[in-house]
């Protein structure tokens, strides 16, 4: 089984960047899609960002397209997710996830918290 790390979060002005990072222990990561996914407070769980198996495909929210960009390392077993151009609004705890056998598997999550 593949388990997930985030990393990458902090605190960071409207207009800043951060990047996510998120890796993966085990040899079949590259078997997988992952996906980028934020919570914020007494808010549902949405998506944000994915990337397909080989990394050439990629898809987004409409809320974070153009801003942000997912990419992955398979030497590095490591997703990224850069985020440009944040907005207070992007504020929330970021989750990467892959499914599989019709289950989710989650990251413990790494706050990103942009102020205003």
């Known amino acids: 089984q593949v388990q997930l790390l985030e990393s990458g979060g902090g605190l960071v002005q409207t207009g800043g960047s951060l990047r996510l990072s998120c890796a993966a222990s085990?040899?079949?990561?590259?078997?997988?899609?992952i996906g980028w996914f934020r919570q914020a407070p007494v808010k549902k769980r949405e998506f944000v960002a994915a990337?397909?198996?080989?990394?050439?495909?990629?898809y987004y929210a409409d809320s974070v397209k153009g801003r942000f960009t997912i990419s992955r390392d398979h030497a590095k077993n490591t997703v990224y997710l850069q985020m440009n151009s944040l907005k207070p609004e992007d504020t929330a705890r970021y989750y990467c996830?892959?499914?599989?056998?019709?289950?989710?598997?989650w990251g413990q999550g790494t706050q990103v918290t942009v102020s205003s």
């Open positions: 990337v397909s198996r080989s990394g050439d495909s990629t």
């Open positions: 996830a892959y499914s599989s056998a019709g289950y989710f598997f």
């Open positions: 085990g040899r079949t990561f590259s078997s997988y899609a």
